[in-house]
């Protein structure tokens, strides 16, 4: 889990492979990869088959900005060695077109469609969805049984972890309640069926951004 409050990492185990198997706690069919990045709340289970004695490194470097990695050493018996570091130059990323859901999907035609920019006021920090920032934002009404669509364009330069509480939804052919909002125009749908009844909140788990505004709430009518 990436439990930073900005940071997004790519993270590898040095000298294997791992198998992606969950996506923010939902299965997924199985997928090989050298790599991943997630962002703030993201969430991925990856089984290692531990093949290739040594010692090794599992390293999350920050995408952006200076910070140290963080670190954990892995050693097979009888290695003891300095770990070596993940050699970063090349191999297989994950990807969210990667993902393949075994549960259930939302399908079909949207009930209701929002079309949601994510932006940063021109003066002052303060970070919008739609040109709102919370609390001084409209609700996102929805009727429970309906398929909604939230249509997420990015205007700022920086990406932004969405995350809905409450639903899980739809991207691409993967379930998850958080997904990554490329910069520079990155756009994402994202489709869930409306549910759990109340109050949710639908925010970017930058908490910068959220304590800036940057959040909605879904609200459930009659």
């Known amino acids: 889990m990436n439990a930073a409050s900005a940071t997004e990492f790519r993270t590898r185990l040095a ?3 791992v198998s992606v198997s969950h996506a923010d706690g939902r299965p997924v069919e199985p997928v090989d990869v050298d790599e991943f990045v997630f962002g703030p709340d993201e969430r991925y289970d990856a089984v290692v088959e531990f093949s290739n004695p040594g010692a090794w490194q599992i390293r999350a470097a920050p995408v952006g900005g200076e910070e ?8 097979y018996d009888g290695h003891d ?3 070596r570091a993940p050699d970063w130059r090349s191999g297989r990323r994950l990807r969210y077109d990667d993902l393949h859901s075994t549960d ?3 399908s079909g035609p949207p009930d209701r469609v929002y079309d949601l920019t ?3 006021a021109n003066d002052s920090y303060t970070w919008l969805i739609d040109g709102q920032a919370y609390p001084d934002a409209d609700p996102l009404d929805v009727r429970e049984g309906e398929h909604v669509r939230f249509r997420l364009t990015n205007h700022s330069p920086v990406p932004h972890p969405m995350h809905l509480h409450g639903h899980f939804f739809r991207v691409g052919d993967a379930r998850m309640d958080t997904v990554r909002v490329p910069g520079h125009m990155g756009r994402v749908d994202v489709d869930f069926r409306a549910d ?12 910068y951004h959220l304590e800036s505004g940057m959040a909605r709430v879904v609200r459930y009518r009659q």
């Not at 140290?68 to 050693?75: C, L, M, N």
């Open 118 to 120: 994510l932006s940063r």
């Open 15 to 17: 000298g294997h492979r």
């Open 104 to 106: 259930s999907l939302v």
């Open 81 to 83: 060695g300095t770990p």
């Open 68 to 75: 140290s990695p963080a670190r954990v050493d892995v050693r």
């Open 196 to 207: 759990n009844p109340g109050n949710w909140l639908f925010h970017c788990h930058d908490l």
